[in-house]
């Protein structure tokens, strides 16, 4: 399934690390499981800022052997002074969340029909 919402990483304290889609790795909760997380130390409640300070992951460097999709989000920045923000993406593009894009995004549409007017007025 494809996933809609994003979150745009500021200082990482709002972000889910494990169930959130802030990267374009997906959710890592897809990579990595609960035992293994648990095993590492964290919980599933974890924050990315809870996982990653001085411009370093605080996860095992066995992960990035064993799991080399890890490697993308090496070049991740959080930025103090900016907090995590919830997007929605569509397609290529992200947009600041509201329920209007969303509802737009998902409903059918069809092309409106000349005598609709007629059928439905105020």
């Not at 909760?29 to 300070?53: E, T």
């Amino acid at each position: 399934m494809r996933k809609f919402i994003w979150s745009e990483i500021g200082n990482g304290s709002a972000t889910s690390a494990w169930f959130d889609t802030w990267s374009d790795v997906g959710p890592l909760d897809q990579i990595l499981s609960p035992r293994v997380i648990a095993n590492a130390g964290f919980n599933m409640d974890s924050k990315v800022s809870d996982i990653y300070s001085d411009n370093s992951w605080r996860w095992p460097d066995a992960w990035r052997d064993i799991y080399p999709v890890l490697i993308q989000l090496d070049q991740l920045s959080l930025d103090p002074n900016k907090s995590d923000k919830l997007m929605w993406r569509q397609g290529d593009y992200k947009h600041d969340f509201s329920s209007t894009r969303a509802w737009d995004s998902i409903r059918h549409q069809e092309v409106e029909i000349d005598w609709c007017r007629i059928v439905w007025f105020g």
